[in-house]
């Protein structure tokens, strides 16, 4: 049964919660108001399929999402968690008529489901907000090197140090080893569960971190990152 709940909350929300909105003027904040859907995923909820039809960007108002490439089978490489501000799917704007990874709930999750053509005629009539929105979204690019550069070139532990290290980053700002199970950590390393839990003991060991149930806390930052480049 789907838990997917609509609201039809004004876009003055997101212009409050994000900056790339913030200088919009209210002619075009009621204009793409009329282009949006605002949906709630609850935990677990897929919200998009890789390969399927890509209508929307999307906007998260509030939540945490796991974003993730299926490579085969039930193999999967998860590539970053999303959360209040950030877009999904944003390349679809460019002529993109597919999702090209996919999107699950770690936990209860409010998105704006924002119509990608009329986006589209929002960046072509208002440069300073398409700089902005581009400049947020570019960090993306640098994610999928890291990702492309530790798969191909890495050993096992260079892999895992990589993985901790994004999720280092991303968790100064929010609780998020709660939602994440062993697997989890295991697909964003690109290896195996078995393989993550031993490094992990290892580098607890070591001193590098320590495992207290699901958390992952980061002692010697500066050793994580030396066996990150040793690769």
């Known amino acids: 049964m789907n838990n997917i709940k609509y609201d039809d909350n004004n876009c003055m929300e997101c212009k409050n919660s994000c900056s790339c909105f913030q200088f919009l003027v209210n002619e075009d904040v009621d204009f793409i108001n ?49 959360r209040q501000g950030d877009f999904m799917s944003f390349s679809s704007v460019f002529d993109n008529d597919v999702y090209n990874y996919s999107a699950l709930a770690l936990r209860d999750t409010k998105v704006c489901m924002i119509d990608k053509l ?43 140090a990589s993985a ?22 295991a697909d964003f390393a690109s290896i195996t569960v078995e393989s993550t839990v031993k490094f992990l003991k290892e580098f607890e060991k070591e001193g590098l971190i320590k495992l207290k149930g699901k958390e992952i806390e980061v002692l010697d930052l500066k050793k994580l990152i030396e066996i990150e480049l040793r690769g």
């Open 34 to 82: 009329s282009k949006k859907k605002q949906i709630t995923y609850l935990k677990g909820e897929q919200i998009f399929k890789q390969g399927a039809f890509a209508p929307y960007v999307l906007f998260i108002l509030d939540g945490l999402v796991k974003v993730f490439l299926q490579t085969g089978g039930s193999r999967q490489l998860n590539i970053t968690l999303t």
């Open 118 to 160: 009329a986006l589209r005629q929002l960046l072509l009539r208002n440069p300073d907000f398409a700089l902005r929105i581009t400049s947020k979204n570019s960090k993306s690019e640098n994610r999928y090197l890291e990702i492309i550069k530790s798969v191909s070139f890495k050993q096992m532990r260079g892999k895992l």
């Open 164 to 185: 901790l290290l994004h999720l280092y980053d991303l968790s100064q700002e929010e609780t998020i080893y709660e939602y994440l199970s062993r697997q989890d950590i």
